[in-house]
């Protein structure tokens, strides 16, 4: 048993240190690794194979909207980043900048992309003549720079990896139908994928993108109350379109300009998984984007027919994503791996399983043994699969629910702020000085205006005013 | 009439100016367009498509040898970029350097990776400490930055799409073993998917990759005769492993050197599936790697029944990626515009045929018309792709063929280099005088020293000692 606690042990607990647990687990899971470029990260084996699954998933769910992918140049020349005021202003003070091709120096220094807004709208600019150019619905699946000062695993890295989604239309009505079709699309993958509830809304002008007429969000909420920005979805209006002349010949031959939009998810998501659920053994991984979901762990392997077994049992279940575990390890230290590794199901398999032709599957999540006939393992497995993102899902949104407050008087939101990791919601006026005042004196920012707005109160809680919005508040990653 | 022929007479026709021909290819067939960014292309949905197939395909092959997917940084310290000599000498003159991040000058410079050999050195430096770490059979998915001074679509351009696998073993024997296995693996692809024939071999000195002991490539012959290498397969030794210090405690309790491969495919396959088999028409896709493979065009689309019977042929082929052109534009027009696409198959249906029950199908590559009664649609074009598939492997392998010469004397190879276009098959003694002299006499460099050996000669084409390789020799892109 002293071995086969030793990898767990190595995992700093939840309630002591959350922030060193998640560290643990990325590192401990085999995640990431940090690498000799400052702020940038390797994403391993076991971690790509989830962004993989992540990708397939997206762009399946993008395709049946019409989407389509193209790439980009990663660069964007200097002159073209500033064409769109608001958006080099956010933008510029985080870029990498490429200053030198070969041995030369280049006329114009050419960013690396933060974002490729700009970049799209110079493509647009030749490509859109006439509205039947449009519409354009494409995206793309590239990496991405912002040159930030503290990184995370996942969460905050100087290069990640997403896609992002770029389109324009002929109509302020068709971008805003696509703006939050795009962010209920996140959701649904959220939600049904990831077992991530989310909270759906819109962000306030303070903390919207550089350069959106409006910027729409799903927020979740992690194990240690803090909140996560999980996907984003901007609608541009005209804004870019008039700064890159984006204009074209509509059916009434009038020349009008396009309205965008542009929306995206990233690798934070893989971050978002483990800090939702994972719990003190490691990652959990919800079935539906479980890189290996059963680990099949064969006992006292060495015996005549156990091995066999194993892999008679692997091809019984050839509808899912199954290993067996063969090392020479032994089977404590590898039911540890499989549950550090988040694999959602396991199944023991030894001599005696054999002679009583069953076999025991273990659930991750709530460690549950259920001794199954083999049979119906293949039955059963699906049954455990299922109610197990289904329960994922239930406990997160429950532990959600649980840690979403309602302030009335702004005491009480300094004390929650203070005392009670979670969500608040509470009133708002609609003016930046509220907000700005609220990070002050409490230490929260705006998570969104959700679209399922209450009335608290009446009025702001910061001023007194009259309210214009119910907000999320939170701590925020 | 003259509308339809428009789009075609856009381009140049192959045999007046074979360049002009394929520039006119890639914007007709929407496969790319040029930016802002100077060397920079965006890839179109028609062209990403194609990559992403091409993606899909090695992906799958990629995985069933046991290839894991990992993502590495994009950027390479200069420090990291320098530690293998031959590797600095070779790339440093043709990277793109970021010297600022944000605001400020970076301590370091970083490059943008050109390839990734120093990074996954640096990774595999901390990862693998026993052979219980071995083998390592990580690749990945990403664009790398070559700072080209004249570039072309798809087959030089500042930045590319590749896969780039990196390889660590415990024994020589596994790495040479590996190094030959991708080849194949790429060779396969080639023929097997792109119908593409293609030349196993190994590079000479001059010619392998900086830092490789050896080099094996796979050497396709395009439409003008001209050469492509279409992937390349390295065996490092342990020279890189010496470089970083990558050691590991082997079962014998020995300190050892890993041996380690790379091997890398890019976007260029998508010029060599046009240069390959593209007519005057455009764009000819091998079925296998068509995004669509069967168009169906619907004639007097607006007299009852007709639409409604296109969309009925497109569900009986529910097996296949088909399309109906329901466009206002004429036949003529959606003709033209599936054959410039390179569309393989085309199915014509109009009010003659539904009341006849049948249907057209038109082959892009002989432009076969094969009349097919409708219930027996499915079957025959399975049978027309199939059929395709493999007849234009077949044109491709006669026409290279065709146009591979046998020199037995340097008159004859001078000859036959200044007037035949194609592969030069000759015997060379091995010294790089002699390679470089055929350069400046006869303006070929070499290709391959082909797996299979033939002896044309007893003696150097060049120099007349006792000869060591058959080579095959020509231009290339």
Known sequence: MAKEKKLVQEITSMEEDFAQWYTDVVKKAELIDYTSVKGCMVIKPAGYAIWENIQHELDRRFKETGVENVYLPMFIPE????????????????????????????????????????????????EIQSYRDLPKIYNQWCSVVRWEKTTRPFLRSREFLWQEGHTAH????????????????????????????????????????????????????????????????????????????????????????????????TTRMIGAIIMVHGDNSGLVLPPRIAPTQVMIIPIQQKKEGVLEKAYEVKGMLSGYRVKVDDTDKSPGWKFSEQEMRGIPVRIELGPKDIEANQAVIVRRDTREKIVTPIPELEQKVAEVLETMQKEMLERARKHRDAHTYTAKTLDEFKKIAEEKPGFIKAMWCGCQECEDALKEEAGVTSRCMPFEQEEITGTCIHCGKPAKHMVYWGKAY
Chains 1, 2 share one sequence.
């Open 79 to 126: 002159s073209l980043l500033q064409k769109e005021k608001d958006h080099v202003e956010g933008f510029a003070p985080e870029v990498a900048w490429v200053t030198h091709g070969g041995m030369e120096p280049l006329q114009e220094r050419l960013c690396v992309r933060p974002t490729s807004e700009t970049l799209f709208c110079d493509f647009y600019q030749k």
């Open 170 to 265: 002929a109509t302020a009505e068709e971008a805003e139908q696509r703006t939050i079709q795009m962010l209920n699309l996140y959701a649904d993958f959220c939600e049904e994928v990831l077992a991530i509830p989310v909270i759906r809304g819109r962000k306030t002008d303070k903390e919207k993108f550089a350069g959106a007429e409006a910027t729409y969000t799903i927020e979740a909420l992690m194990h240690d109350g803090k909140a996560l920005q999980s996907g984003t979805s901007h609608n541009f209006g005209d804004g870019f379109a008039k700064a890159f002349g984006i204009q074209f010949t509509d059916k009434d031959n009038q020349l009008k300009y396009v309205h965008q939009t542009s929306w995206g998810m």
